[in-house]
């Protein structure tokens, strides 16, 4: 079913982006400081007010530099050598792009899928200890929308990694509100990963690891941190290589 492919793609990049997005403004690093994550689906690099995603594989869609104080996002296309940058309330030009070639009818039912869910209503316990990932003691949380078990989550709550509060955070939030938010076809950017419980919790600590238990949920995806690090970056990280060509996001590809 290409259709089930298409639509489970973009709601994995709508994902990703959002998982990356509220770990980068909980990150306060000094200027020439920064992180290496390296999770089960891609290797990130977190700078002050940047990141860069690299996909451990092209399925998993292109690489990405995001520039926070801007509020942009890049992604590259290492094939071509061309690039694209685009604001975050312009990613559902991104996620319409994917739906090209679906008929106006199952486009219209899409949306009227996505516009029926029902506003989340996050509730979040406290389960208890959890295993060391990549280093780390965790503590397990259990997430409950609308009643019903959603995901479980595994926080790395160590001093050495504790997220403290910066001047990004209102902007992530409107970003990642932004980059969920597609009306054509019926996403409202209201959702878990945008509750107010949710992301109280997210400043408590890294997220090392989540596995969503609603099966309903499209792209439904386990992620695990295998290494995180510390690292000085060079400013070259989150910059364009010389000799890539800028095009329009239309005329992106997003292959590899």
């Not at 689906?41 to 995001?66: C, N, W």
């Not at 992604?75 to 685009?86: A, D, K, P, Q, V």
């Not at 479980?152 to 001047?167: F, I, Q």
Request: charged share 25%; net charge neutral; with cysteine.
């Amino acid at each position: 079913m290409e259709i089930v492919k298409i639509v489970v793609a973009g709601m994995g990049i709508v994902k990703r982006m959002n998982i990356l997005l509220i770990l980068l403004v909980l990150t306060a690093l000094p200027v020439h400081a920064g992180w290496v994550v390296t999770t089960q689906e891609d290797m990130s690099y977190y700078g002050k007010g940047f990141l860069r995603q690299v996909p451990s594989s092209a399925d998993e869609g292109p690489e990405s530099i995001m520039d926070f104080s801007r509020g942009t996002a890049t992604m590259l296309n290492h094939g071509s050598r061309t690039y694209t940058t685009f604001r975050f309330d312009e990613f559902c030009q991104l996620i319409k792009k994917m739906y090209t070639g679906i008929t106006p009818e199952m486009l219209a039912m899409i949306k009227q899928m996505n516009a029926a869910k029902p506003k989340p209503d996050v509730s979040i316990k406290r389960i208890g200890k959890g295993e060391t990932i990549a280093g780390f003691a965790t503590t397990r949380y259990q997430v409950t929308n609308n009643g019903h078990p959603d995901r479980v989550l595994w926080l790395a709550e160590d001093p050495r990694l504790k997220k403290y509060n910066n001047s990004f955070f209102d902007q992530a939030m409107d970003g990642i509100r932004e980059m969920s938010r597609c009306d054509d076809i019926g996403m409202s950017g209201e959702s878990v990963d945008t509750s107010p419980a949710y992301l109280k919790l997210m400043k408590t600590g890294w997220l090392m690891k989540e596995e969503l238990v609603n099966k309903a949920e499209e792209g439904a995806t386990s992620q695990l941190v295998i290494n995180l690090v510390e690292k000085d970056l060079p400013a070259s990280t989150f910059s364009v290589p010389q000799g890539y060509r800028k095009v329009p996001l239309s005329q992106f590809d997003m292959g590899n």
